[in-house]
């Protein structure tokens, strides 16, 4: 990312502004991410992230939820690093203290991948399907360490495919992607995820393309991994139920905003925003008829183009006012460790 304004032509990579003074990292989060704005410049601009703020504690997983389009890649791609010459991205983004936005390429590149790593969604479409599993698993080792030699960048290797129990690590070493199960594929991705010992993994729709006993294994992989290697997780989803299940916090984003937030039992607890409850009553109860619908939210999430001036989830909440349409909700600490931006929250006397 440039650590100018001079624009993606000028530079050749995102057009970043930051707005953060120096400081250190005693004492504080691992992450922490401040004002957030993504806006996508085009036939039309498009605002992906809305001033989005929030922070990870060290060791501690934190689940960012939404539908599609809430901005949670975005952001999580913005902390990479990752986002195209399109992308304006303006706020402050610091870790262990040190500000991501504006820091030069060769920097950036060494806390990607190192410090800082990802896994995505569908594990075929990131493995390269010409080369060996051990291939790709060493190739991550010599990239953030060219001093490893071969044999102990292949002795490192199978130490990682064994930590993610990949059967018969020394046999899939030298099997091609295609060769694995979906749910191995994603052990292998995860291995080399955790190559460089990252302090913070951030595990993108990570399960969403497997079954749901699959889905559960790696889910329990990454959390035993986690409290192993004391990492910090930042796990995107739309499903509420892995959250509930593996987060120990919860973050909810609607429209490029976060708009609730709070530890995992307390927000399933004592739901305040109106999108999260509506969220919630979606999810299909095994106590439900057979022949009961479906519920879903109503209506669609707002077009992000169009500047939006009040709630953004005005337009779809049954307890939308004047003000909700009018007058933008601030994303604020309402109780002890619970956030929310929202007017007329459930349970809580409506604010005037």
Request: charged share 20%; glycine share 8%.
């Given at each position: 990312m440039s650590a100018n304004d001079a624009g993606p032509a000028a530079t050749g990579e995102p057009a970043v502004v930051s707005q953060a003074e120096e400081g250190g990292a005693a004492g504080g989060p691992l992450l922490e991410?401040?004002?957030?704005?993504?806006?996508?410049?085009?036939?039309?601009?498009?605002?992906?992230?809305?001033?989005?703020?929030?922070?990870?504690?060290?060791?501690?997983?934190?689940?960012?939820?939404g539908e599609s389009g809430s901005g949670k890649t975005v952001s999580s791609r913005a902390i990479m690093g990752l986002l195209p010459e399109s992308a304006r991205v303006v706020g402050?983004?610091?870790?262990?203290?040190?500000?991501?936005?504006?820091?030069?390429?060769?920097?950036?590149?060494?806390?990607?991948?190192?410090?800082?790593?990802?896994?995505?969604?569908?594990?075929?479409?990131?493995?390269?399907?010409?080369?060996?599993?051990?291939?790709q698993i060493t190739e991550a080792i010599h990239t953030h360490d060219r001093s490893v030699s071969d044999a102990a960048a292949f002795d490192h290797a199978i130490e990682l495919m064994e930590l993610v129990r990949l059967p018969a690590a020394r046999e899939r070493f030298r099997q091609y992607p295609h060769q694995l199960s979906g749910g191995m594929r994603q052990r292998v991705m995860i291995a080399m995820a955790l190559s460089a010992r990252p302090k913070l993994l951030i595990a993108d729709e990570a399960t969403t393309a497997l079954d749901v006993t699959t889905q559960a294994q790696i889910m329990e992989l990454l959390r035993d991994l986690q409290r192993r290697l004391g990492m910090a997780v930042i796990m995107i989803s739309h499903d509420l139920g892995l959250a509930a299940s593996f987060a120990d916090d919860v973050l909810v984003m609607y429209a490029g905003r976060a708009v609730e937030r709070a530890p995992t039992r307390k927000l399933f607890s004592q739901v305040r925003m109106q999108y999260t409850r509506a969220l919630l009553g979606a999810i299909p109860r095994l106590e439900n008829p057979p022949h009961l619908p479906l519920a879903a939210v109503p209506g669609q999430p707002p077009d992000l183009s169009v500047q939006q001036l009040g709630c953004p989830f005005a337009p779809r909440c049954p307890a939308a006012s004047q003000k909700c349409v009018e007058v933008r909700p601030p994303f604020a600490e309402q109780e002890p460790?619970?956030?929310?931006?929202c007017w007329h929250p459930a349970g809580v006397e409506p604010r005037s």
């Amino acid at each position: 990312m440039s650590a100018n304004d001079a624009g993606p032509a000028a530079t050749g990579e995102p057009a970043v502004v930051s707005q953060a003074e120096e400081g250190g990292a005693a004492g504080g989060p691992l992450l922490e991410v401040t004002d957030l704005r993504v806006d996508f410049h085009g036939a039309r601009t498009v605002r992906a992230v809305d001033g989005l703020s929030y922070t990870v504690p060290r060791a501690r997983t934190v689940a960012l939820i939404g539908e599609s389009g809430s901005g949670k890649t975005v952001s999580s791609r913005a902390i990479m690093g990752l986002l195209p010459e399109s992308a304006r991205v303006v706020g402050s983004i610091r870790f262990e203290g040190e500000e991501l936005i504006g820091l030069p390429e060769p920097k950036m590149r060494s806390i990607r991948g190192g410090s800082i790593a990802m896994i995505f969604q569908d594990p075929a479409r990131s493995l390269n399907p010409t080369m060996r599993i051990g291939a790709q698993i060493t190739e991550a080792i010599h990239t953030h360490d060219r001093s490893v030699s071969d044999a102990a960048a292949f002795d490192h290797a199978i130490e990682l495919m064994e930590l993610v129990r990949l059967p018969a690590a020394r046999e899939r070493f030298r099997q091609y992607p295609h060769q694995l199960s979906g749910g191995m594929r994603q052990r292998v991705m995860i291995a080399m995820a955790l190559s460089a010992r990252p302090k913070l993994l951030i595990a993108d729709e990570a399960t969403t393309a497997l079954d749901v006993t699959t889905q559960a294994q790696i889910m329990e992989l990454l959390r035993d991994l986690q409290r192993r290697l004391g990492m910090a997780v930042i796990m995107i989803s739309h499903d509420l139920g892995l959250a509930a299940s593996f987060a120990d916090d919860v973050l909810v984003m609607y429209a490029g905003r976060a708009v609730e937030r709070a530890p995992t039992r307390k927000l399933f607890s004592q739901v305040r925003m109106q999108y999260t409850r509506a969220l919630l009553g979606a999810i299909p109860r095994l106590e439900n008829p057979p022949h009961l619908p479906l519920a879903a939210v109503p209506g669609q999430p707002p077009d992000l183009s169009v500047q939006q001036l009040g709630c953004p989830f005005a337009p779809r909440c049954p307890a939308a006012s004047q003000k909700c349409v009018e007058v933008r909700p601030p994303f604020a600490e309402q109780e002890p460790e619970h956030l929310w931006a929202c007017w007329h929250p459930a349970g809580v006397e409506p604010r005037s």
